[in-house]
């Protein structure tokens, strides 16, 4: 039994085909945007309009941590304004005298496995890691809005509104038959990595698949060896083991 899921293109990736992989284990790591604000008409005393004349550098060039970005020439040598970091010159805005670098800054949360198995094959073309899995019971989907995995954390909606606490609903796997607004937005103000449901008053912002039938419902409550669960949006499965 395998499944696949996506990575972004920004995504460094920490496992090859071949490698065993235990739950929790990090599949990749995500680059994530920082954006740093550089006043060039302030520091070189120009008019915001006028501050593509100094510019040393083209729109959407790489540049160096301590490169030249902007110089005007003085009477004696030349002022630089020089990029606080490595990345790209992104933007240029001639109303606040500002230029916008991109630069690139490691996430602090890399993407977990949330199961056992051995990585199959890693396509960089399609950019999906396929797994196969130790195990496990494949429960058919109507949808899957992304991929997700977890503990799965399942209650009655009558105790879901008093029974939640951080502890035992971050990072993990929601199943209800119905849910309602409130369950889904406390469940997500605590972390919860995604929802399995039936039915639902509204659609969860957070990673979901909703199942077809009572009977695939049925499947995952009355395992009582289901601990644990993933779903993907690639090959539209959600596994439970």
């Known amino acids: 039994m395998t499944i696949t899921l996506p990575y972004p293109n920004s995504a460094n990736l920490l496992v090859k085909a071949g490698d065993v992989i235990q739950y929790g284990k990090a599949l990749y790591s995500q ?10 008409s302030q520091q070189l005393k120009v008019k915001p309009a006028e501050i593509f004349s100094y ?4 729109i959407e060039s790489s540049v160096k941590k301590g490169q030249a970005i902007a110089e005007k020439k003085k009477i004696l040598g030349k002022k630089r304004i020089k990029s606080p970091v490595d990345g790209t010159l992104i933007g240029v ?5 500002t230029v916008t670098i991109e630069s690139m800054a490691e996430a ?3 993407f977990s496995a949330y199961c056992n198995g051995t990585v199959e094959s890693i396509d960089e073309t399609s950019r999906t890691i396929t ?7 494949e429960i058919k989907t109507k949808s899957v809005s992304d991929s997700a995995g977890g503990m799965l954390f399942s209650q009655t909606m009558n105790e879901a509104a008093y029974n939640q606490n951080q502890e035992t609903i971050a990072e993990a796997l929601i199943i209800q038959k119905h849910l309602d607004s409130v369950t889904i937005a406390k469940c997500e103000a605590l972390g919860a ?6 039915t639902a008053d509204t659609i969860p912002s957070s990673p979901y698949t909703q199942l077809p039938s009572d009977q695939e419902f049925e499947k995952i409550i009355t395992n009582p060896t289901a601990k644990y669960g993933i779903f993907s949006e690639c090959d539209k499965k959600c596994i439970v083991y």
């Open 131 to 137: 797994i196969a899995l130790a195990g496990g019971i």
């Open 93 to 97: 805005d001639h109303t606040s005298g």
């Open 193 to 198: 990595n995604g929802f399995i449901f039936l």
């Open 31 to 40: 680059h994530e945007a920082e954006h740093h604000i550089i006043s060039i």
């Open 55 to 58: 510019l040393v550098t083209l």
């Open 108 to 110: 602090t949360h890399p």
